[in-house]
Every structure is written in C-alpha cells, then in structure tokens.
C-alpha cells in the first residue's frame, strides 16, 4: 500500500476521581451488586462532582492524549468532540474543549451516541486522508450521570461520566484501514431522551414525568441487536480491508455490557483473551468508552505496533459501525491517562 494515511500517535483519558459502586443503587431501585455484576459485568463507575463537566473531562483527556504524543496546541488543525452529553445546547462543547486547550484550530461536537467515537475515528482519518487537516485530536467524552433517572433500574446503574482522545497524524501507511458506519432511524425511539430539544422542549410538566431524563423502551431488544449488528459490522468492515479475524490482535467493544462483548468475540470466532473487557471499573461511557479501553489497554502494553485492532459501537439512534486499524503508537514513556 502506498498514499497517505492516518495513524493513532497517542491516547488519553480522564475519570472524574468519584467512585460509585453498585451499592450505592441498592438504596434507590430494586437491586443488588451481584444482580449488577451478573447481569452488566459492572461493579462501579465514576460520577463527575461539583466542577467537573464533559468539557472539563474532554479537555483533560486531550490533554493527556497530546502530552504523550509531545503535541504542541499550535500545532492541532482540527478537534473532534464526540459526545451526546453536551456543555451547552449552545455553543458545542468542541468551543469549551478548545478555549482550555489553548487550541486555534476548526473544531465541532460529533453526536452518534454510544457509537461516537467509531463515527469520529472515520471522519478525522478521511480529513487526513484528502489533506485537509494534518494532525487531529478526537475525543470521546460524557456525563451522563446528568441525564439519569434514578427510579429506573434498567438504566441507572450502566452508565458511567468519563473522557478518552486520541491523537491521530498523517503516515505513509495505514493507520486506520477502514471503516464501516450504519443508523437506522426507524428505532430512534429505543433509547432516548425525550424532552430537551426542539421537539420538545423541557417544562415543568415534562421534568415531572421525568422525560428529561435517558429512556431505553426495550433493553432485551437492545441487547440482541448490540451483539448482531456489531458482529455483523466488524465482519464487514475486516471483509472491506481483506483482513481474516484471526489476524485480530484486539477487539476494543464499546463497553456497554460484558456480555454483549463476550458475544462479539464469540460470534467473531475469537479467543476471549483478545477481546478487552473494561467495564467493571467503568461501566458504559457512551462515546468515551472506546477510547478510554484504548488508552488504558496502551498504557498496560496490550497494544503493540503493528498489531491489528478493531472497534466496534452499537447505540442510540439507532447507530452503529466499527473501524479497523493497524497500532502504530509506541508504548508510552509513562502514564498520563485516566
């Protein structure tokens, strides 16, 4: 292969320091740490405190991703913020990223919900790619402890705040090989928030009824099409590349359940030990989930360079896809990450 390219050259993360262990639902909705653990493969996640917001996560995973990479400000000519828990309805969080950073460059929010980040690692490498931007910092951050309904037992307890980015430069070889993207709007019902837009606004009576807060109308429904349709995308992405699964060093899941994960490796053919579980610990960040298990799976040395790794993101919308790179990031000198 000859032309130009993009290739991850770091990782960060960030996890605000407050840990919210499965006990801590026992008290608000019918449940149990081991009810949690068996069902999710959770046993607790981080919850933002007083001060801290996606931009504030975003930017001190960003931070973390262009430290180790020895990235100047100056030197980003575009950001990419993929979250669905914005700062602000206005302006985009990218704006907040960016004034923090000390960046100049172009810079927007990215809303694919949990498959976020998989969407933004293919944007960012088609504008490197047609040499539109030479270095680009992506980020995947959320809190979406802000948008829970604590009386509802099937979301409350899987979702985790959290940051992760990446650092992505022009290389003579792939990098990222390829990706494949997918939304079915049909079903966007499934898993939304309902009021807080212009469809509908938030009111008294909507805050009420709690419609300001995350719904999943059908977890069952959920589950299933997770497992198929990432099975299916990573299948089709790896077929597009000419790269046989068992060529997979990694497969890097969006970590919204152990055991969706544990299914895709499965219906892929894979042994376990290549697929990275990072959940426990975490629990399902949304967008940031991806590159957070990036960066701490880099940091403990189960990526090398030249290793095959594949990602995959199912979520709402509903939307899914998967990417296929190639690592080209040298093992960290130290660790700066979440």
């Not at 998989?118 to 504008?127: C, E, K, R």
């Not at 995308?233 to 544990?262: C, F, M, W, Y």
Request: a negative charge; proline letters at 5%.
């Amino acid at each position: 292969m000859s032309g130009r390219y993009a290739r991850i050259a770091s990782t960060g993360s960030a996890l605000p320091p407050q840990v919210i262990p499965n006990a801590y639902f026992e008290s608000l909705v019918e449940t149990s740490d081991a009810w949690i653990v068996e069902r999710t493969g959770i046993r607790e996640r981080r919850f933002a405190g007083q001060g801290e917001s996606t931009a504030t996560l975003a930017s001190a995973a960003g931070q973390a991703a262009m430290q180790v990479a020895g990235t100047a400000p100056e030197t980003i000519d575009l950001m990419i913020v993929c979250t669905c828990t914005p700062e602000r309805s206005i302006p985009s969080t990218a704006a907040f990223v960016q004034s923090r950073l000390g960046l100049s460059c172009a810079a927007f929010d990215l809303n694919a919900a949990c498959a976020g980040f998989v969407y933004g690692l293919s944007v960012a490498s088609a504008q490197i790619r047609a040499g539109s931007a030479e270095r680009v910092l992506l980020i995947g951050a959320e809190v979406l402890s802000r948008v829970l309904d604590m009386t509802d037992r099937t979301t409350c307890v899987l979702f985790g705040d959290g940051a992760g980015a990446v650092v992505l430069e022009p290389s003579d070889e792939p990098g990222v090989i390829d990706s494949l993207l997918a939304l079915d709007g049909r079903q966007a019902e499934l898993l939304t928030v309902p009021a807080g837009g212009t469809g509908e606004p938030v009111t008294h009576e909507a805050i009420a009824q709690r419609r300001n807060l995350l719904r999943m109308l059908d977890r069952q429904a959920v589950f299933k099409q997770a497992v198929v349709a990432m099975a299916d995308a990573a299948r089709e992405v790896l077929d597009k590349a000419g790269i046989d699964p068992s060529e997979v060093s990694a497969v890097i899941g969006h970590q919204a359940n152990a055991r969706i994960l544990t299914a895709l490796g499965r219906r892929l053919g894979l042994d376990p030990q290549r697929v990275v579980i990072d959940i426990e610990r975490v629990g399902n960040t949304s967008a940031a989930s991806i590159p957070i298990a990036l960066d701490r799976a880099w940091r403990s040395g189960r990526l090398k360079p030249g290793d095959i790794v594949l990602t995959a993101a199912f979520g709402a919308g509903l939307t899914w896809g998967a990417n296929v790179m190639r690592w080209t990031a040298p093992s960290p000198a130290g660790d700066g990450g979440g």
